[in-house]
């Protein structure tokens, strides 16, 4: 069937898999090899889109889960969101490889994926190719080519935007560096209203924002922040909504805003009100 799959979702799949990745790596035995800050790069032009990162890579051993054409991606982390990197390496492109290596090996190790191929030979194995390369870094790159999904123009726009908010957290710690065709991407959130109360007696300032903390039972909780935008318009606002620290529904004009606290669009309560709230046990 025809996926209602978007590119900003397609290449957070790629950012997912070095997020997990980077995280894994500090449990090691080899941390002390780990760079202090995770950099995934993006580059898209007309025929190739190319993700790297600096995360410890994909190991032999984990080759067969990750790439065997007919398996699903495991259950778990980051990876639980979305299709998987299969799935978007052939929405992207009917050709693309995955060239990685970890630090201390003088290995590169790389993979091509050629749906022609795999059709027509009817190919359920991929061994990895394998190249000598320096043993100072760890990396993985993708390389997607003959693209039947152009990014350009408003969607690269877009890629940006989302690609910001969803990382926002990643981002504003510094725990990772994202940029797409050479730009670092910065998550610029709106301001919180600060005027004082109309209904009080004081002129002192008051900043519109409010922890909110609701237990639904169980192991249920939802955790966050409520406040109101300091200019009223019908972007980013609502809510969104993070599941273990990453973004699961949200973006610039894709916010969670039920319509019996948000009202609807252009009504002043929906061009304020905006929030990030946390699930747990769902």
Not at 40 to 50: A, F, L, Q, R
Not at 204 to 215: A, F, T
């Amino acid at each position: 069937g025809k996926l209602n799959y978007k590119a900003w979702y397609a290449l957070a799949e790629y950012v997912d898999n070095s997020v997990q990745n980077f995280i894994d790596w500090g449990k090691m035995a080899d941390k002390e090899s780990q760079p202090d800050q995770l950099k995934v790069k993006i580059e898209i032009s007309d025929d190739v889109i190319s993700i790297e990162d600096n995360a410890h890579c994909i190991e032999l051993k984990d080759f067969d889960r990750a790439f065997e054409v007919a398996r699903p991606v495991r259950n778990g982390g980051l990876h639980e969101y979305g299709m998987g990197m299969k799935t978007a390496g052939f929405w992207f492109s009917s050709r693309w490889q995955v060239r990685t290596s970890v630090y201390g090996e003088p290995v590169e190790r790389m993979m091509l994926f050629d749906l022609g191929d795999i059709l027509n030979n009817e190919v359920v194995d991929i061994q990895p190719i394998e190249f000598p390369t320096t043993a100072d870094k760890s990396y993985t790159i993708i390389e997607l080519e003959s693209l039947n999904q152009l990014v350009k123009g408003k969607t690269l726009t877009k890629v940006r935007s989302y690609l910001a908010s969803m990382y926002r957290r990643q981002l504003t710690s510094g725990d990772l560096e994202l940029s797409l065709n050479g730009e670092k991407l910065v998550w610029d959130p709106p301001g919180i209203l600060n005027v004082p109360n109309v209904k009080g007696d004081s002129t002192d300032d008051v900043l519109w924002r409010k922890e909110v903390s609701i237990e639904l039972g169980g192991q249920r909780k939802v955790k966050g922040w409520v406040g109101l935008k300091d200019t009223a318009s019908n972007a980013n606002t609502g809510f969104a909504l993070f599941r273990r620290g990453r973004l699961i529904q949200g973006g610039p004009n894709d916010n969670y805003s039920p319509k019996e606290i948000c009202s609807t669009a252009n009504k002043i309560q929906h061009m304020r009100l905006f929030g990030e709230i946390d699930v747990h046990g769902f």
